[in-house]
């Protein structure tokens, strides 16, 4: 029987790249872009995207009672994959808007890149949203099947995740200063970057995600 | 490791076909957006820009089909400008399957509506672009306004002024057009590249005036732009994306190879 992967739509952008990504590696699953809680609930597997502001995406997220349906599909045991914004809601906090409480789903928080990035000795001031491809330094898990290390994935932020503890930490990157762009623990995995947008490298990491049971 | 400078091609599309002429040797349909599109990505672009110039509004659904089509087969950015004029234009297109969008006219008449849209859909599918001339004279400290009607008007407003002040609104990015140079292959205004890129602290993407790779790379290295954006070079197959990265590689530009 064909597998179903919910996208979950908390009315926060675009999910149609998302979508459109997933059913290009996965052409016999049903992809469904929802709203329903009990489609994400009967779903195999599950992706929790975000863009935008934190604040505004929390506001929804906590309105529409996802917070509880993210825990319980991560809790459920079932693959479940957080993108850019939908990885940063599921820290501790952000800085972002002030300062807003997220998940806790993963320990850590989510920094401002700052007005005035640099690297280490340059001169040349960095802009902000880190915006274009930047290359990710891998630890080893099954999401990275068929890529090599160093590859490069299209990223879009302002913000980025410091993790509590390296444990959780696949994938890291630099720009001005580390950030810690994918994390992973047990059927949970999140990545700062957008597979969807990241030609062959995220597709094959859409792949291994739609393949992957959910164990490190 | 570094962030890769970005190599976006760019196509002027009008009612659903590419116009401006792209003479790929191997396309039989010329003028199929989302054929280019493909070949585009499979040749290593970085991100695509899609400007449509289609002139009615009816015709805009047509818009709307090309970038769903382009979206559900091409996966790396894509930008679609042109006739942006309200929140639902942008909702349209994001639905769509852009990426972002680039808001050109709009932002100049209403400058409100880049606050409006950044603030609903995020600065990071916010693209302002800027259409800039030179307005001093030989001798003159340099100076650039914002024109708008393909050039033909100007405003009054200084461009690097306009484009802090857009950054400001939440523009996610700057999409500058040297007016001057636009069409006439001697390489990008690196004076008005420089001077905005330095004032905002937002990407910007250099374009306008695109005749040969030298041209790519001093729009980096002598403008500062984060991004190069062109169309004839790769249209008539003078050069690949893949030659011309290798090129800006070779000058020791940080490159997606």
Redesign the interface.
Same mark, same amino acid.
């Given at each position: 029987m064909s597998q179903t992967i919910a996208v979950i739509d908390y009315g926060m952008g675009n999910l149609h790249s998302v979508a459109s990504a997933l059913q290009h590696v996965a052409p016999d699953a049903r992809v469904l872009v929802t709203a329903d809680p009990a489609q994400v609930a009967m779903a195999d597997r599950v992706v929790f995207p975000g863009v935008g502001a934190i604040r505004d995406c929390m506001a929804e997220i906590r309105r529409l009672g996802f917070d509880e349906l993210v825990r319980a599909q991560v809790a459920s045991g079932k693959p479940v994959l957080g993108v850019c914004v939908g990885m940063q809601a599921l820290m501790d906090s952000s800085e972002e808007n002030g300062g807003v409480p997220c998940m806790g789903l993963l320990p850590g928080q989510v920094h401002f890149f700052g007005h005035d990035l640099h690297e280490p000795g340059a001169v040349e001031r960095l802009k902000v949203p880190h915006m274009g491809w930047n290359q990710v330094t891998q630890v080893a898990h099954p999401l990275w099947h068929g890529i090599e290390d160093l590859s490069r994935f299209y990223f879009v932020h302002s913000y980025y995740v410091r993790a509590a503890s390296t444990g959780q930490v696949v994938g890291r990157c630099h720009y001005g200063v580390d950030c810690d762009v994918a994390l992973a623990q047990d059927n949970l995995f999140a990545v700062q970057f957008h597979p969807e947008k990241s030609h062959a490298p995220g597709l094959q990491l859409l792949r291994n995600f739609v393949a992957w049971k959910g164990q490190p | 490791? !570094?962030? #890769?400078?970005?190599i976006i091609p760019c196509l002027d599309v009008e009612n659903g076909r590419v116009v401006k002429g792209v003479q790929f040797l191997d396309i039989r349909d010329a003028g199929d957006p989302v054929e280019i599109a493909r070949r585009y990505?499979e040749a290593g672009a970085?991100e695509i820009t899609f400007l449509d110039i289609t002139a009615s509004h009816e015709e805009r659904e047509t818009t709307v089909h090309t970038v769903?089509a382009i979206?559900?087969?091409v996966?790396?950015?894509l930008t679609v400008g042109g006739g942006i004029r309200k929140v639902d234009d942008i909702r349209r297109m994001?639905? !769509?399957? #852009?990426?972002k969008v680039s808001i050109n006219s709009a932002a100049v008449f209403n400058p409100e509506f880049v606050k409006q849209a950044s603030d609903r859909?995020?600065?990071?599918?916010i693209v302002v672009a800027i259409d800039a001339k030179r307005v001093s004279g030989e001798g003159e400290t340099p100076r650039w306004e914002i024109f708008t009607h393909g050039g033909r008007k100007p405003t009054g407003i200084d461009a690097v002024e306009w484009a802090v002040r857009m950054a400001e609104y939440g523009a996610?990015?700057i999409l500058l057009t040297s007016m001057d140079q636009d069409g006439m292959k001697s390489g990008f205004d690196l004076g008005v590249t420089r001077a905005i890129s330095e004032a905002v602290?937002?990407?910007?993407i250099a374009s306008g005036g695109v005749g040969n790779l030298q041209h790519l790379a001093d729009g980096v290295l002598q403008g500062g732009a984060?991004?190069v954006l062109a169309a004839s070079i790769f249209h008539f197959g003078e050069y690949t994306v893949a030659e011309a990265k290798a090129y800006m590689a070779a000058q020791g530009i940080e490159m997606?190879l």
């Open positions: - | 490791m !570094a962030l #890769a400078k970005r990505n970085d769903e979206a559900s087969d996966f790396i950015p994001l639905n !769509a399957g #852009a990426d859909f995020g600065a990071q599918c996610g990015e602290p937002i990407p910007v984060d991004a997606r």
